[in-house]
């Protein structure tokens, strides 16, 4: 008998599918390695937002009102970095995987579909966290003075991530590939002129104003301003309106997702 047996017979490595939280932090760790390589995602993810700071926080192109521009633009940046992640780079890249049929092998292997999109949502939070670690850097330098409750900005922007990853799913669940590049790249210009990201809401007309406000990029940039330039507490209108589009939006790609 040769070296590969055991005392009682057995053989190693022994056959069989890997522990499943070792198979989620395996898939999410190549999500994040993926996502970290592509030049795309990290122009959406990281180049594009650090722009607009340092240009609209150095530059008096639009006015924000009283007060200091970085106090009024960091928030609504680090709303835009959920949005590029959580949204358009995750509909986009799922959105391609599932054409080239990624995801129809990957639902096939013993990691279940509950837990791939389980690693698809730690990939997210991952690349977030880094994000807004950047951007944080950035806006301090350029003279940001932060206040409120950590906590708050965190449910913001775990809500803010719930319903923008639920929305990107079901765009890149239900529409061809290309259809969802051409449409989340244009959401995401959209939002980012009508969600109060670096234009104040107030500067649009009133009739507008009131329907902008239930956007989840208003609600999360609104909320996050309120508490980090004004120091709020909870801000319960603004989480409200994130968990209704969380709901919806994850609910939505639950029952509509295709794999193929």
């Not at 990624?102 to 939070?125: D, E, I, Q």
């Not at 259809?179 to 109060?196: D, E, Q």
């Not at 801000?235 to 609910?251: C, I, Q, T, Y």
């Amino acid at each position: 008998m040769n070296g590969t047996g055991t005392a009682g017979g057995r053989y190693a490595p022994a056959p069989g599918a890997a522990p499943l939280p070792r198979m989620v932090r395996a898939q999410a760790w190549l999500e994040t390695r993926t996502q970290l390589r592509n030049g795309e995602q990290l122009l959406l993810t990281v180049v594009i937002p650090t722009l607009l700071l340092v240009l609209f926080g150095a530059v008096d192109i639009v006015d924000t009102g009283r007060g200091s521009r970085v106090d009024f633009l960091a928030p609504g940046i680090l709303a835009l970095a959920v949005l590029s992640t959580a949204f358009t780079g995750q509909a986009i890249a799922t959105g391609f995987e599932r054409r080239y049929g990624v995801l129809k092998r990957l639902g096939a292997s013993p990691l279940p579909r509950w837990g791939l999109m389980t690693a698809k949502t730690c990939s997210v939070l991952v690349i977030e966290a880094l994000q807004v670690l950047l951007l944080s850097v950035v806006a301090l330098a350029l003279g940001w003075s932060p206040h409120g409750n950590p906590g708050a900005v965190l449910l913001l922007l775990l809500l803010g991530t719930a319903a923008f990853s639920g929305l990107g799913l079901l765009m890149a669940g239900t529409l061809r590939a290309e259809a969802t590049l051409a449409a989340a790249n244009l959401v995401f210009i959209l939002l980012l002129v009508g969600g109060g990201v670096v234009v104040p809401l107030e500067r649009f007309p009133d009739a507008v104003q009131g329907v902008l406000r239930l956007l989840p990029i208003s609600a999360l940039s609104d909320g996050l301003r309120e508490v980090l330039r004004h120091g709020t507490g909870m801000p319960w209108g603004d989480l409200g309106v994130l968990a209704v589009w969380a709901v919806l939006g994850l609910g939505a790609a639950a029952r509509f997702f295709k794999w193929e």
